[in-house]
């Protein structure tokens, strides 16, 4: 499965931003999706999971109550909301995708889209 990950940008502290990662290749709802990201200098860490139907979400204990992951199989398409947004949280985001869920809750996914930055101004 090919990924296409989108939406990032620069957004003040306090601002939101959607992110999409767009599947194709195949049969998107045989895979369990997650997020990732890696800031300057640090090592690439787990954001969030979701299963392959969408009914069981995973979450980083940071990231819980303010960003929400989601996926539509119509679409092929998983999202990634992120509301009250940190400097901290400035990273390049990472979408990946593999029919084993505990592969993407770790960094042993099978499928990688490249990534898109975003950055979060104090």
């Known amino acids: 499965v090919q990924l296409q990950a989108s939406g990032g940008g620069l957004v003040q502290a306090g601002g939101s931003l959607r992110l999409s990662c767009a599947a194709s290749?195949?049969?998107?709802?045989?895979?369990?999706m997650g997020w990732f990201r890696q800031a300057p200098g640090k090592n690439r860490e787990f954001v969030a999971a979701i299963n392959w139907s969408g009914g069981t979400t995973y979450y980083a204990d940071s990231m819980k109550g303010r960003f929400t992951i989601s996926r539509d199989n119509a679409k092929n398409t998983q999202y990634l909301q992120m509301n009250s947004l940190k400097p901290e949280d400035t990273a390049v985001y990472y979408c990946a995708a593999d029919t084993n869920l505990m592969a993407v809750r770790t960094l042993r996914s099978d499928y990688w889209g490249q990534g898109t930055q975003v950055t979060v101004s104090s």
């Open positions: 290749g195949r049969t998107f709802s045989r895979y369990h």
